[in-house]
């Protein structure tokens, strides 16, 4: 993902956040504070036919040394483009990259009513580590979260 890339990115990116499914951001951030928000690594796109179909990236969970190779993923696939196996290409080729750039644990949280989202990471390899029960609002709503995570085999196993 390059800033030429962005307004395809951001586009997706404003469909997820209308879903209320994905996301507690009620706006696309501009380029500049995502870019300061996410890893410099693993900002990918995933291009069909000339055309950005979906975008996976990785955001440290925190500034402490000691969290260095813990991130929180990112996966967002265009609405005309989901159900075609475009999310776990992306996740798949995120964990690559994580494992790549020394990410021992990757993380998401996840709305509990985001079925699909749960099965994906589940297939690539995450487990359920609890739920987050009203943990913050949206739309003036208590909305729920469900935590899981993936420990990587090859990275942090020392």
């Known amino acids: 993902m390059t800033p030429d890339d ?15 499914q994905a996301t507690f ?10 870019d300061e928000s996410h890893h410099q690594f693993a900002r990918l796109v995933l291009i069909v036919d000339g055309e950005i179909k979906g975008w996976a990236a990785l955001s440290r969970v925190s500034a402490r040394d000691v969290y260095a190779g813990v991130a929180e993923v990112s ?8 159900g075609r196996g475009f999310g776990r290409v992306l996740l798949e080729a995120l964990i690559d990259e994580a494992e790549r750039n020394g990410i021992w644990t990757l993380q998401a949280s996840i709305f509990r009513e985001n079925e699909a989202s749960l099965h994906l990471h589940s297939k ?30 090859i990275v942090g196993s020392e």
């Open 6 to 20: 962005w307004d395809a990115v951001a586009g997706i990116y404003r469909e997820g956040i209308e879903t209320r």
């Open 25 to 34: 951001e009620t706006k696309v951030p501009s380029w500049d504070q995502w």
């Open 75 to 82: 996966v967002y696939v265009r609405s005309t483009s989901r």
């Open 124 to 153: 690539s390899g995450f487990r359920i580590v609890g739920y987050r029960e009203r943990i913050a609002k949206l739309d003036g709503i208590w909305r729920d979260t469900v935590l899981m995570e993936r420990r990587s085999s």
